[in-house]
Nanobody, 125 residues
Framework: QVQLVESGGGLVQAGGSLRLSCAASGRTFSSSIMGWFRQAPGKEREFVDAISWSGQTTYYADSVKGRFTSSRDNAKNTVYLQMNSLKPEDTAVYYC??????????????????WGQGTQVTVSS
């Protein structure tokens, strides 16, 4: 069992930065793939990025590549998403998710078995 709690969302102007955190409880965190997804109003949930259990492998959606960076601290059971050069189209609820069963990073939300409650990110123009 893994419980996930996101924090760090808020309101920021275009071009600004935010860092999201996802704190996890549970013994399987350090062996889990962690992913970030987002959902804007009226749109489907979309993949943002994923990070391997070691933190050595990351995979980003094209829309955020070069602007967002994920990292993790397994000693603190926390994964981070540093978001720079934010754009109004980044506005969404951001969710972290844990995949405790697969070995490789991937983009498929149906394979992530634990989800946080989400944190709102709003980017004003």
């Amino acid at each position: 069992q893994v419980q996930l709690v996101e924090s760090g969302g808020g309101l920021v102007q275009a071009g600004g930065s935010l860092r999201l955190s996802c704190a996890a409880s549970g013994r399987t965190f350090s062996s889990s793939i962690m992913g970030w997804f987002r959902q804007a109003p009226g749109k489907e949930r979309e993949f943002v990025d994923a990070i391997s259990w070691s933190g050595q492998t990351t995979y980003y959606a094209d829309s955020v590549k070069g602007r967002f960076t994920s990292s993790r601290d397994n000693a603190k059971n926390t994964v981070y998403l540093q978001m720079n050069s934010l754009k109004p189209e980044d506005t969404a609820v951001y969710y972290c998710a844990a995949d405790t069963r697969n070995a490789y990073v991937h983009t498929r939300p149906e394979n992530y078995d634990y989800w946080g409650q989400g944190t709102q990110v709003t980017v004003s123009s």
